[in-house]
């Protein structure tokens, strides 16, 4: 028989600016080492690709994406906020988090305060 966990992983999903996908990756390996189930953005509409070059197709994109990551949020048991910047969305992100109870944490606890 499989021995089970005592407790399953954590879930945590990555929020911030997609200009640190970069600093997300490593979020993600540093948070998946610690064994912990990562959840992230999965587009960066800042880079070129072919499912939004042309920018009608990346407007209609946008809020589809913006509800994926919260159903994300919604799914995870913890927020980590990567990046020394808050943005509009990210902050909204992160209002959402506080308005379901999930704890947040900051890869640049200094950027907290600007997070409200």
Not at 6 to 33: D, H, K, L
Not at 39 to 66: R, T, Y
Not at 99 to 106: A, D, I, Q
Request: hydrophobic letters at 45%; charged letters at 25%; a negative charge.
């Amino acid at each position: 028989m499989f021995a089970l966990l005592a407790r399953e992983p954590t879930v945590v999903v990555i929020c911030g600016s997609t200009r640190f996908m970069a600093e997300m990756a490593e979020a993600n390996w540093q948070e998946t080492a610690a064994g912990r189930i990562v959840l992230a953005p999965g587009c960066n509409l800042k880079e070129p690709h072919p499912l939004w070059n042309d920018p009608a197709d990346a407007e209609a994109l946008k809020p589809k994406l913006d509800a994926l990551h919260r159903a994300k949020i919604r799914m995870a048991d913890e927020v980590l906020v990567v990046g020394d910047y808050i943005g509009d969305s990210t902050r909204a992100e992160i209002a959402y988090a506080h308005e379901l109870g999930k704890p947040v944490r900051y890869t640049h606890p200094e950027v907290e305060e600007t997070a409200k």
